[in-house]
């Protein structure tokens, strides 16, 4: 039998880097790896780190640390950080863990077959963080980890520097991918029966500005909507200063597209949303949901929120439980507000202590437990349509679960396996996060 090395890959942070690691993979695999699930048998160890809270940051650099008694024991293995914490930190990770072997940012995930072969067969320590001048994934291989969705960047990047965030530094500005090369994966990916496509981007809404061939979000989705085979497309994220009407009118009009829309609000008070840079206040906020409700039927609505910006008084939270209690979103991703050494509201003063911040959150996270409960409680008695996509790894047999257009997940029973399938589902319980229902043959 042929020896094969084993890589194994832990992924930090958000969608964007799954599926940068799915990248990642299928690189390591043409290289020879087999990839492993346990990083004590593994000979190549990657971390593909995020930075956009300080506590992810302190996590992975201890899992570095409980990694240096593997590398003691065995000096062969090679211990690789990517991703963006490997490009807000660059050199200091050598500094800081002296035994990490090699850097690389995001941008240069494409290089990955480059690196690893300078890493085997160099001494020396090495960081590659440098920008690709045009964003392409074309011909890369990628091991993706479902065969139903497949997750699409369509940009890399922000130009948007909300004063908190981290992102437009570790991803660099906006670039998107071009029309063609992303409508061509998609073809090939409907060839191999995908069913959902879900596109990423930091904002999704700017897509095609930096194109040389004029391009905008609206029309790709319009072309992606008629590939044949793709059943639905999801798309993440939007930022409220460019949802343009025209969007809605696409969103509406492409039945492929879910009725779901993420659209981060982040705060509920107009003087911390302009502290924060976001460009938009809650007034209009509101209208862009307004019209949404308006124009597309049954349309599930999610945002991303922070307590404890630098300067949030009471009466600033006041006014984001007061939006919340308005808007009802139908889910919310709630953070504690976390300084960030590259972000300028980092410099601001008046910080909110740590208690006050946790009991905010704990505040907001019940409201939210409230309406979302509320929300699902009414869709009891109701048929959705359901794309299949995980069997239960529990003790309960024949459970299945999958998602609504809407983005809800939905758990039930199926002696039949349904993976991958569109089914009809009752609901006939619910919970805040989740929705229960009988499979309808
Ligand atoms: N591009 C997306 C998401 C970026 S990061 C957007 O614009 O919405 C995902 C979420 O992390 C953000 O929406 C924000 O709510 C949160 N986040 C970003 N920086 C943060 C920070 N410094 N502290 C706490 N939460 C933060
Ligand atoms: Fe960060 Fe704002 Fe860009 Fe989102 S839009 S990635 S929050 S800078
Ligand atoms: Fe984290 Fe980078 Fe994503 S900082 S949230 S992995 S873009």
């Not at 640390?65 to 950080?81: A, F, P, Q, R, T």
């Not at 919340?324 to 003063?349: C, G, H, Q, V, W």
């Not at 009991?359 to 309406?371: A, H, M, N, S």
């Amino acid at each position: 039998m042929i020896y094969k090395p084993k890589a194994f890959i832990r992924t930090f942070g958000c969608q964007m880097n799954v599926n940068d690691s799915e990248y990642i993979a299928g690189q390591l695999v043409k290289l020879g790896y087999l990839l492993t699930e346990d990083i004590f048998e593994s000979n190549l160890i990657l971390l593909n780190t995020c930075c956009v809270r300080a506590k992810v940051e302190q996590k992975i650099y201890s899992l570095i640390g409980k990694i240096k008694k593997i590398k003691e024991n065995n000096s062969d293995v090679i211990l690789g950080i990517c991703g963006c914490m490997a490009q807000k930190e660059k050199e200091n990770i050598f500094e800081r863990v002296p035994y990490v072997d090699f850097i690389f940012n995001p941008s240069q995930v494409n290089n990955l077959e480059e690196i690893i072969n300078t890493v085997k067969y160099g001494n020396t320590k090495y960081i590659s963080c440098g920008d690709v001048p045009k964003f392409s994934l074309n011909h890369l291989p990628v091991k993706r980890e479902s065969k139903i969705s497949a997750w699409i960047q369509i940009m890399r990047g922000c130009n948007n520097y909300c004063s908190y965030c981290v992102v437009p530094y570790t991803r660099g500005p906006e670039q998107s991918r071009g029309v063609s090369e992303i409508l061509s994966e998609v073809k090939n990916l409907a060839k191999n029966r995908y069913k959902e496509i879900y596109l990423l981007g930091q904002n999704v809404n700017s897509y095609g500005n930096d194109l040389s061939q004029p391009a905008n979000f609206s029309k790709l989705l319009e072309l992606l909507n008629d590939i044949k085979g793709i059943e639905r497309i999801r798309f993440t994220t939007s930022h409220p200063k460019d949802f343009s009407f025209d969007l809605i009118k696409t969103i509406k009009n492409c039945h492929k597209v879910c009725n779901h829309i993420h659209l981060p609000i982040q705060s509920g008070s107009s003087k911390i949303i302009k502290m924060m840079n976001r460009n938009y206040d809650i007034d209009y906020y509101k209208s862009i949901i307004k019209e949404i409700r308006n124009n597309i039927d049954n349309i599930a609505i999610s945002t991303d929120v922070m307590v404890g910006f630098p300067g949030e008084t009471e009466d600033d939270f006041m006014d984001t439980l007061r939006t919340f209690k308005e808007i009802e979103f139908d889910e919310a991703y709630t953070f504690i507000y976390s300084d960030r050494e590259n972000a300028i509201a980092s410099l601001l003063p008046e910080q909110v202590p740590l208690q006050l911040k946790k009991e905010r959150l704990w505040k907001l996270i019940d409201l939210q437990k409230k309406i979302s409960a509320k929300i699902n409680k009414k869709l009891e008695g109701e048929i959705f349509e359901v794309l299949v996509d995980k069997k239960s790894k529990k003790h309960i047999e024949n459970q299945f679960s999958g998602r609504t257009r809407t983005n809800k997940t939905v758990v039930f029973i199926s002696k039949r396996n349904l993976l991958g399938q569109l089914v009809k589902v009752k609901i006939i319980k619910s919970s805040p996060w989740t929705l229960y229902g009988e499979l309808i043959e």
